[in-house]
């Protein structure tokens, strides 16, 4: 059996999108299969990760595709995608960003 490596993943820039909207319902830190920040490709969200992090790899922001779905679903979701969900998923605040427009290195 041959074992394919997955392809590297683009670098992506530090400096997020201008403005107040907020992107994503939930965030939740997570700890990522590779350790980078990555966000998983979920047939049913659209997530966005970011490099700010206490205890994990990675935030998520993430805002179902579809209007049942919920927290527990965005769990399971990232559980199959190999991600570790680090404690409860909380609900952004509406008109306000939940990161600044850049991150400092």
Same mark, same amino acid.
């Given at each position: 059996?041959?074992? &394919?490596?997955?392809?590297?993943?683009?670098?992506?820039?530090?400096? /997020?999108?201008?403005?107040?909207?907020?992107?994503?319902?939930?965030? &939740?830190?997570? &700890? /990522?299969?590779?350790?980078? &920040? /990555?966000?998983?490709?979920?047939?049913?969200?659209?997530?966005?990760?970011? @490099?700010?992090?206490?205890?994990?790899?990675?935030?998520?922001?993430?805002?179902?595709?579809?209007?049942?779905?919920?927290?527990?679903?965005?769990?399971?979701?990232?559980?199959?995608?190999?991600?570790?969900?680090?404690? @409860?998923?909380?609900?952004?605040?509406?008109?306000?960003?939940?990161? @600044?427009?850049?991150?400092? /290195?």
């Amino acid at each position: 059996m041959t074992c &394919v490596p997955f392809p590297q993943m683009p670098a992506f820039s530090l400096s /997020t999108p201008q403005g107040t909207a907020v992107f994503g319902h939930l965030l &939740v830190e997570v &700890v /990522t299969p590779d350790g980078r &920040v /990555t966000a998983p490709l979920l047939p049913d969200w659209e997530l966005r990760a970011w @490099p700010v992090a206490r205890l994990g790899d990675a935030t998520l922001e993430a805002r179902p595709r579809r209007p049942h779905l919920g927290a527990e679903d965005l769990a399971a979701d990232l559980c199959r995608a190999g991600y570790l969900p680090l404690g @409860p998923l909380r609900a952004t605040r509406a008109g306000r960003s939940s990161f @600044p427009s850049s991150v400092p /290195t």
